[in-house]
Nanobody, 123 residues
Framework: EVQLVESGGGLVQAGGSLRLFCRAS????????MHWVRQAPGKGLEWVSA????????TYRDSVKGRFTISRDNADNTLYLQLNSLKTEDTAMYYC????????????????RGQGTQVTVSS
């Protein structure tokens, strides 16, 4: 059974930083691309970033490029998202999601997600 547990969220002032963690179990972590997605109150799910299983490919939505960094430790089954220069519009519940096998970094809303970690950015 796929299990994804996010942590690291919190309340931070605009311009601040946070590091999100996603601990994975129940599957061979290194075989799968992984995603971060988010959902703000009253809004739909929004894809944020993805990384391939072998870490050779990373992608970001335009609004977070240069501010967020996705990474993974395949030996520790952990996915990370470093959030820098946070803006109030980054406020959302952040989820990690199990992607497709290998280097396919296309996100689909049906992919398994964890329960999320809340990021709140104050002005």
């Amino acid at each position: 059974e796929v299990q994804l547990v996010e942590s690291g969220g919190g309340l931070v002032q605009a311009g601040g930083s946070l590091r999100l963690f996603c601990r994975a179990s129940g599957f061979t972590f290194s075989d799968y691309a992984m995603h971060w997605v988010r959902q703000a109150p009253g809004k739909g799910l929004e894809w944020v970033s993805a990384i391939s299983g072998d870490r050779s490919l990373t992608t970001y939505r335009d609004s977070v490029k240069g501010r967020f960094t996705i990474s993974r430790d395949n030996a520790d089954n952990t996915l990370y998202l470093q959030l820098n220069s946070l803006k109030t519009e980054d406020t959302a519940m952040y989820y990690c999601a199990q992607g497709s096998r290998g280097n396919n970094v296309v996100f689909m809303a049906t992919m398994s997600r964890g329960q999320g970690t809340q990021v709140t950015v104050s002005s």
